[in-house]
């Protein structure tokens, strides 16, 4: 999702947050720049949908500044973490076409996968923000789009939960977890699904 310009809102800037832009067109508040180590200690910036009233953030910001904070101190064991389900997929995708393109990147196991990853950028390249859901149970996902040299057209997606455990990764789909992904209740907690689960 490339971040696209709006209009300020009126409000004092969050302590963490900063001064926030709203984008009328998806009603959405978009932060100032958050140095996030774990990117490559670049300037991120976060989205956050409006609450229920439209044009407004939600009324408590506290979940949402643990979460990123939480990610912020975590994020490189977090990687470090699903290293095997981001080969997963980079695996399920070769097996599919690998053998048939040439100029396939050839990764020999999990601990190489990350350099092939450009997490936090968008499918033209440019930044993309990373956006803050909070769903029924209150629970704060961070939803990391970016690409993948193995599958350019669909990259790449990463779920954190609460900023501290991946519920998701995969190609991108906007999707919260792999149960809300397929509607398949047996899909709870799985990280990634392989062609093999889906298809057999």
């Not at 409006?50 to 910001?61: E, H, N, T």
Request: proline share 4%.
């Amino acid at each position: 999702m490339a971040l696209s310009e709006g209009q300020d809102t009126n409000m004092k800037p969050d302590e963490l947050f900063g001064d926030f832009t709203y984008d009328v067109e998806f009603d959405w508040h978009i932060s100032q720049p958050i140095i996030v180590p774990c990117l490559d200690g670049r300037g991120c910036q976060f989205i956050i949908s409006s609450g229920q009233i439209s044009g407004k953030l939600p009324a408590d910001l506290s979940k949402y500044r643990t979460a990123v904070q939480n990610f912020i101190v975590c994020g490189d064991y977090i990687w470090k973490s699903c290293s095997i389900e981001m080969y997963n997929y980079y695996t399920d995708i070769r097996d599919q076409i690998g053998n048939d393109d040439d100029k396939f990147p050839v990764i020999n196991d999990c601990n190489d996968v990350w350099k092939h990853v450009q997490l936090g950028y968008g499918y033209d390249g440019k930044p993309a923000g990373l956006k803050l859901d909070e769903d029924d149970s209150g629970d704060i996902f961070i939803s990391i789009e970016g690409g993948c040299d193995w599958e350019p057209e669909h990259g790449v997606q990463v779920v954190i939960k609460n900023g501290l455990a991946i519920t998701k990764l995969g190609p991108y789909d906007g999707h919260l977890t792999n149960e809300q992904a397929y509607g398949r209740k047996d899909f709870k907690g799985i990280i990634y699904v392989s062609s093999k689960m889906l298809w057999g």
